[in-house]
């Protein structure tokens, strides 16, 4: 089982509008909220997600009216006084025609055969009412754990067997709530999703060819490098050669790993997909730190060892331990994918 930063499957479900005397923002809220009581009933969803509203302008979607994102979804999110509840009477006091979306990230569990694992953000529900009268409703995916076969083309039956059923009943009870059937999405790099989950590929065999080595990690290395400054102070971001790395946490949580080629000019952090935009958040610090040693003429296996023996910092540090060696970059991607 892998983890994702892209969607391995969504599906969509188009509901009737609200009757009697419904306010359109508090149904939309409220079919949220179904959703993940479903998801959670099934440990598809904790009760310590997030969750953003947006409102913007119908006639032009640029022009954001309301922004509020990254609010705790708390054990009653619509009680009077939660931000969610507030988020939300904003949303419902706004004149023009509008389009709100509410997007709750769903952290939650997959099975294996010895355990339980958790991902902070295992699925996503996105809900948006179009001027007030439709509502549309999407389901996103960031796990293999439903599929035959992982994103690395190895079967997976254990994986498949223990959770491939609790996703076809989430999707059936969610579509009995909504009132119809959902509309798969598209076949992606990934899989292709069905009404009651994914199709099995084991007969045809997968589109792509390892999708999550070919399209998740260079989209990674992307995201990580978005939000830095262009800078020629750089190792190389790849290698053919085994590494060696150590572990980062950040406020407790493991987040990725940092690492060095043991024969070539390559460095750089892979993140823990599983704890989600920590990660990505952390990594980019630690590209930054890898380009201060780069600027000092240190050698991949010396920027390591130099930042080891820097003094601890507040939130997002080392763990304390020995250097780890793993035979190639591809074995450490797949650490930091899985667990």
Known sequence: MINSSMPVGDWTWEVAPASGGVRPAARAAEVALGIWN?????????????????????????????????????????????AFARAMDQAESVEENCVVTIRVECPGYWLEPDGKYRAEKLFTIRVTLWARRSLM???????????????????????HALNAPRLAAALEEISALLGSA???????????????????????????????????????????????????????????????????????????????SVADDA??????????????????????????????????????DWLARRPPRPETDLVPGAVRELTSLDALEELSGRY
């Not at 990674?220 to 102070?233: G, K, M, N, T």
């Not at 990660?279 to 010396?302: D, I, K, S």
Request: aromatic share 8%.
């Open 38 to 82: 479903i998801l959670a009933e099934r440990d598809l969803a904790t009760p310590v997600g997030k969750v953003g509203v947006s409102v913007r302008s119908a006639g032009d979607v640029r022009d954001v009216l309301i922004d509020a994102d990254g609010m705790n979804l708390e054990p009653e999110p619509l009680a009077p006084g939660t």
């Open 137 to 159: 409703v999407t389901l996103e995916t960031y796990s293999d754990a439903w599929l035959t076969i992982d994103t690395r083309n190895r079967e997976q039956p254990q994986v």
């Open 182 to 260: 959902p509309d798969p999405g598209d076949e992606n790099y990934f899989a292709k999703p069905t009404p009651d989950g994914f199709e099995d590929v084991r007969i045809e065999g997968p589109a792509y060819d390892d999708s999550w080595g070919t399209f998740e990690v260079p989209d990674q290395d992307r995201r990580l490098r978005s939000a830095l400054p262009d800078s020629e102070d750089e190792y190389e971001c790849i290698t053919d050669h085994p590494v060696r790395y150590l572990a980062v946490e950040h406020a407790g949580h493991l987040v990725g790993y940092l690492w060095a």
């Open 267 to 304: 460095a750089g952090f892979a993140p823990r997909v599983a704890v989600g935009d920590i990660a990505f958040q952390a990594g980019a610090e630690w590209l930054l730190a890898l380009r201060e040693a780069h600027g000092q003429g240190l050698t991949p296996l010396a920027a390591l």
